[in-house]
């Protein structure tokens, strides 16, 4: 996610002087580095001419290996043999297992929220098998490029969470890269696309990988790339067709779901392999291997694939909608669908997605390569190799940052498909008199109280000067940056003091709370409001009554009658019970009530106050 002004200030290099730069994408099941050459984008391939380096890390007791050697490990010795790692990525333990039980790893019990996978070569997390897995392209760059690299762009799903791109950050810093930028995976295949095609317009970008969909619609013009909205699913992808087959296969074959962790991952094998046959072919035998020992025997045809898969489609095609809704067009609209990802290559899901959209995909590029083609010029780019280069990427926020206001209600400072890097200020004020601190609470999300959103971050702003209610101005700052995080700070305006704080939220991302966020917020839309509509009047309410009590302690007895009181009294009991009663309606027409009984105090409290200010002073003082 960001704003990309290409050739950042400082960055430029000499006109004699190129810097080498890569771009990299870190897939689930395969992972790619390139860069530019001769001012060609290119997949830099390994010592054998392979472009994929399967995203696998089999740890042994001298070490780790990655890629080819790793993934023949993974049947023989699972529990040692990581794959997808980056479904697990900024994720603890509990999101984990929502992915699916039949994980083969042992997972360390512990209290961290990051979470620690037992190996013979020791505990280890997500980030780090990402980071051999950097280690590994990083050092393909290095000897293909003849140099030390000057940074990297890294891509990520465009629905990552915070969480997920730190992680990835970190994973890289650990194998030790400079990271330019964090890239949306949809954002960089329109780069690759954009240049090599020069086409304006309105475009899909549908990107199904190994773990990971995302649908992202945007507009072409003149070098211009913005996304109009974003949409998606951060757990699914290839390996949750792989899972259907399996299940599928286990039934078929009575393998009972308890089997042990090297049957598991031999279907998992079996079923991605035929599923890759069914591209091509009708139909694909079976040779399967049971756990006692004995071999079963069968057939998957391209109908019955067809029937297992078009459940996990029809979600595509419903963010895909969704997606269109959100950036106000037509699927009519679109000129072009550009497939990304290994998964598209699935007639099935070409068939439907090009059903949809009514025209056909966009296959021109190797779907595997084409992200880390895209990664590759914003890479060459950032290092500061095109100067001159006029290429602006407008990215967007998938969902609403905000902050919780009185009532549990949440105040939206930055809409969802706000394009980034956007600092937006909001000024908020105290609540009672006299206080002197504010807790902000930072949330996400596009329902109306804090509990239906995702809890982002807390801080304190103290050392507010002790006011009447509502005379504080505190003014809160957003400020998200080009990687999409956040940084918040909020200053107290007459005093100056200041508390910050950077978004880093802890690991735990639901898979609903992205993909339902936005389905919720449409199918609650008129019950949030009326629930926002009675928390507003009762604050407001509220407010009036503080307000009034205070003003009563305080000279009550001294400017009101009794007869006067009990007329005030009764009218704020009135309110009171309208509070409690919870409606709406009666809570604003009450507290109109109070304000209208209560003119002639507010005149004699304004009376008094003007003649006490002015006691003992000449008039001609105040001209």
């Known amino acids: 996610m960001a704003l990309l002004q290409i050739a950042e200030p400082g960055h430029a290099a000499a006109p004699h002087e190129h810097r080498l730069a890569a771009g990299i994408d870190l897939g689930t099941t395969n992972s790619l580095v390139a860069a530019v050459r001769s001012g060609q984008a290119e997949i830099l391939p390994d010592d054998q001419g392979r472009a994929l380096l399967?995203?696998?890390?089999?740890?042994?007791?001298?070490?780790?290996?990655?890629?080819?050697?790793?993934?023949?490990?993974?049947?023989?010795?699972?529990?040692?043999?990581?794959?997808?790692?980056?479904?697990?990525?900024?994720?603890?333990?509990?999101?984990?297992?929502?992915?699916?039980?039949?994980?083969?790893?042992?997972?360390?019990?512990?209290?961290?929220?990051?979470?620690?996978?037992?190996?013979?070569?020791?505990?280890?997390?997500?980030?780090?098998?990402?980071?051999?897995?950097?280690?590994?392209?990083?050092?393909?760059?290095?000897?293909?490029?003849?140099?030390?690299?000057?940074?990297?762009?890294i891509t990520v799903p465009a629905y990552f969470d915070d969480a997920q791109r730190q992680a990835t950050k970190d994973a890289a810093r650990l194998a030790g890269l400079h990271v330019f930028r964090l890239l949306n995976e949809p954002t960089a295949a329109a780069v690759a696309y954009g240049l090599d095609r020069g086409a304006d317009g309105v475009h899909a970008i549908f990107d199904l990988g190994g773990g990971t969909f995302d649908i992202s619609i945007l507009r072409l013009n003149k070098g211009v790339f913005e996304v109009m909205s974003t949409g998606g699913?951060?757990?699914?992808?290839?390996?949750?067709f792989d899972q259907v087959i399996a299940e599928w296969i286990m039934d078929q074959a009575g393998i009972a779901d308890d089997a042990n962790h090297k049957a598991l991952r031999q279907l998992m094998l079996d079923a991605r392999n035929a599923k890759e046959a069914l591209s091509d072919a009708e139909s694909v035998a079976l040779d399967i291997a049971l756990p006692g020992g004995d071999r079963w025997q069968g057939s998957l045809d391209r109908e019955t694939f067809n029937s297992l898969v078009d459940p996990l489609i029809r979600k595509t095609i419903?963010?895909?909608?969704?997606?269109?809704?959100?950036?106000?067009?037509?699927?009519?609209?679109?000129k072009e669908v550009v497939m990304v990802g290994g998964s598209t290559r699935m007639p099935r899901v070409r068939e439907k997605v090009s059903d949809f959209f009514r025209r056909p995909v966009l296959v021109d590029i190797d779907p595997d390569q084409v992200v880390a083609l895209g990664a590759a010029i914003q890479a060459d780019v950032l290092a500061g190799n095109k100067p001159d280069e006029e290429i602006l990427l407008l990215d967007v926020t998938p969902l609403s940052l905000g902050l919780e206001t009185m009532g549990g209600l949440v105040e939206k400072v930055i809409p969802r498909n706000t394009t980034i890097p956007v600092a937006r200020a909001q000024e908020f004020t105290t609540f009672k008199d006299g206080q002197t601190a504010m807790a902000v609470h930072v949330v996400q999300g596009e329902r109306e109280m804090v509990d239906h959103c995702r809890s982002l971050a807390r801080f304190e702003l103290r050392g507010?000067?002790?006011?009447?209610?509502?005379?504080?101005?505190?003014?809160?700052?957003?400020?998200?940056?080009a990687d999409g995080l956040l940084n918040m700070e909020a200053e107290e305006?007459?005093?100056?003091?200041?508390?910050?704080?950077?978004?880093?939220?802890?690991?735990?991302?639901?898979?609903?709370?992205i993909t339902?966020?936005?389905?919720?917020?449409?199918?609650?839309?008129?019950?949030?409001?009326?629930?926002?509509?009675?928390?507003?009047?009762?604050?407001?309410?509220?407010?009036?009554?503080?307000?009034?009590?205070?003003?009563?302690?305080?000279?009550?007895?001294?400017?009101?009658?009794?007869?006067?009181?009990?007329?005030?009294?009764?009218?704020?009991?009135?309110?009171?019970?309208?509070?409690?009663a919870q409606d709406a309606a009666a809570i604003d027409r009450q507290a109109k009530h109070v304000e209208k009984v209560c003119e002639f105090y507010v005149e004699r409290r304004m009376n008094t106050g003007i003649q006490e200010a002015m006691a003992g002073h000449n008039i001609n003082e105040f001209e």
């Not at 780790?64 to 699972?78: L, M």
């Open 464 to 481: 507010i000067p002790p006011m009447v209610a509502g005379a504080a101005r505190i003014r809160v700052t957003f400020s998200v940056d």
């Open 493 to 513: 305006l007459s005093q100056g003091v200041k508390a910050s704080v950077t978004v880093k939220p802890s690991y735990g991302l639901s898979d609903e709370e």
């Open 54 to 153: 399967p995203s696998v890390v089999h740890y042994t007791a001298d070490g780790a290996e990655v890629g080819y050697d790793a993934r023949e490990q993974a049947t023989d010795d699972p529990l040692n043999t990581i794959a997808s790692a980056k479904r697990l990525i900024g994720r603890p333990v509990a999101d984990i297992k929502s992915l699916g039980e039949g994980l083969p790893y042992e997972f360390v019990r512990q209290d961290s929220s990051v979470p620690r996978i037992h190996t013979v070569s020791g505990d280890v997390s997500p980030i780090e098998v990402s980071a051999e897995i950097f280690k590994v392209l990083a050092r393909r760059a290095k000897d293909t490029l003849g140099g030390e690299l000057s940074g990297v762009v």
């Open 233 to 240: 699913d951060s757990a699914l992808g290839g390996d949750d």
């Open 516 to 580: 339902g966020m936005l389905q919720a917020s449409f199918e609650y839309a008129e019950e949030d409001l009326e629930e926002r509509k009675l928390v507003e009047a009762r604050v407001e309410g509220l407010r009036v009554v503080e307000a009034l009590q205070s003003a009563l302690a305080k000279d009550g007895e001294e400017l009101l009658n009794t007869r006067e009181r009990e007329q005030i009294d009764a009218a704020l009991q009135q309110l009171m019970q309208a509070i409690d």
């Open 318 to 334: 419903s963010a895909c909608r969704r997606a269109l809704r959100d950036a106000g067009v037509d699927a009519e609209e679109v």
